[in-house]
């Protein structure tokens, strides 16, 4: 019943800067986070950044380069990407955080390349 739509990837050189949006729709009661982690061939999906109330937290790779939002505290969360490096290259994929479990987005990709 809950679907995460997420748009914003795509192509960006290094140093640029992107912003990606994920919208919830559905029989959403209640959200007690919003976050944006990534996901590499090989590797663990590995937290980006997350949202809960009015605290903030990133990742240390990630921080002072990258902000989360979630304007309004409502169904809608955006990470906005700048000064993006090829290690930021990845798979990322929207999360909820809800008291009857999580729900993940289709994920969208990031590729940082010259």
């Known amino acids: 019943q809950v679907q995460l739509v997420e748009s914003g990837g795509g192509l960006v050189q290094p140093g640029g800067s992107g912003k990606l949006a994920c919208a919830a729709t559905?029989?959403?009661?209640?959200?007690?986070?919003m976050a944006w982690y990534r996901q590499v061939p090989g590797k663990e999906r590995e937290l980006v950044a997350r949202?809960?109330?009015?605290?903030?937290t990133y990742a240390d790779s990630v921080k002072g380069r990258f902000i989360i939002s979630r304007p309004g505290a409502k169904n809608t969360v955006y990470l906005e990407m700048n000064n993006l490096k090829p290690e930021d290259t990845a798979v990322y994929y929207c999360?909820?955080?809800?008291?009857?479990?999580?729900?993940w987005g289709q994920g969208t990709q990031v590729t940082v390349s010259s």
């Open positions: 949202i809960m109330s009015d605290r903030k």
């Open positions: 999360n909820i955080q809800t008291p009857y479990g999580n729900k």
């Open positions: 559905g029989s959403i009661f209640s959200i007690t986070a």
